[in-house]
């Protein structure tokens, strides 16, 4: 009992240790922008000239119901008023039933998805910079720009297969709204993770010149992260291999403008010369299994 108290204030101690001592790190990416178009102001209401009233040159027929009821209408008004109440029933318990996931309701059917792929490879400066340029380079703004963004971070993370060590993916899928809930809990996630040295989202470039990169003699990895929400139902790829993770970042470049939801591309250490020690890698990343 004593050793498991020990090993649990030293594990404690040392995320704490990592927590201020985060790396640098950076991230590109958004959702699509669809500008809203500006209010159109209303014009003048048109003016059609009225009709000139028209009557019959005689008085119209009188229709008179068998029985003697005189005034009454006959019970055709009743069975289309029931009809109508029925029919209104069915539709209520109908969309009740679709938009529900209560007990005896049938949930929807996804229509989107999203994944997150995180690759750790032995860190090398030249990758480094070559995301730092893609992501400087991405237009966050547009589904297209978003899609080359990811087909460029999948292509230069297939080159850099013979470094890949560590490696987890996951996927969820449901409504739109839910799958973009989830990227953005994602996105927070991979923020959280490292300090932020540059950031392009959307459009705008947040960058902190003044971070001073720790070099530690022990640190060897670098940690690439894709996330992308669609309008597909991606495939999983469980339990990770090399060989799924390699199929993993095909599906994710098979993105296109008309199917992507948002994307996000994230990775640390950013700066050149930094790298995580084994250590940090597993305490940061403990879903990361060995590729």
């Not at 959702?31 to 000139?52: L, Q």
């Not at 890949?164 to 990227?183: I, T």
């Not at 050149?272 to 299994?289: D, F, Q």
């Amino acid at each position: 009992m004593l050793r498991a108290m020990r090993r649990l204030v030293w594990l404690l101690l040392l995320a704490l240790s990592l927590a201020l001592a985060q790396k640098s790190g950076g991230g590109a990416g958004g959702r699509p922008y669809a500008p809203t178009p500006p209010p159109m102001s209303p014009g003048p209401a048109p003016v059609f000239p009225s009709p000139a009233p028209s009557y019959p040159p005689y008085p119209g027929p009188v229709v008179v119901y068998p029985g003697g009821g005189g005034g009454s209408l006959g019970i055709v008004p009743v069975l289309v008023f029931l009809g109508l109440a029925v029919l209104t029933a069915y539709l209520v318990r109908g969309l009740r039933q679709a938009g529900g996931h209560g007990p005896g309701q049938y949930p929807l059917e996804p229509t989107a998805s999203v994944a997150r792929l995180r690759l750790a490879l032995l860190a090398r400066p030249q990758v480094q910079r070559a995301l730092r340029l893609l992501a400087e380079g991405a237009d966050t703004t547009s589904a297209k720009g978003l899609a080359d963004l990811v087909d460029e971070a999948a292509l230069l993370l297939l080159k850099e297969e013979p470094a890949w060590r560590f490696g987890d993916y996951r996927v969820v899928a449901g409504s739109e709204e839910e799958v973009l809930g989830r990227f953005d809990a994602w996105m927070l996630e991979e923020r959280s993770k490292y300090q932020e040295t540059f950031r392009h989202f959307e459009g705008k470039k947040q960058m902190w010149e003044e971070y001073q990169a720790q070099v530690e003699p022990g640190g060897r990895y670098l940690v690439v992260s894709l996330i992308l929400a669609e309008r597909r139902l991606l495939p999983p790829q469980s339990p990770l291999t090399r060989s799924r993770a390699r199929q993993a970042l095909m599906d994710l470049a098979g993105s296109s403008p008309f199917t992507l939801l948002a994307a996000y591309l994230s990775w640390t250490p950013e700066r050149e010369g930094e790298a995580l020690t084994e250590e940090e890698l597993l305490l940061l990343y403990p879903e990361l299994a060995k590729l």
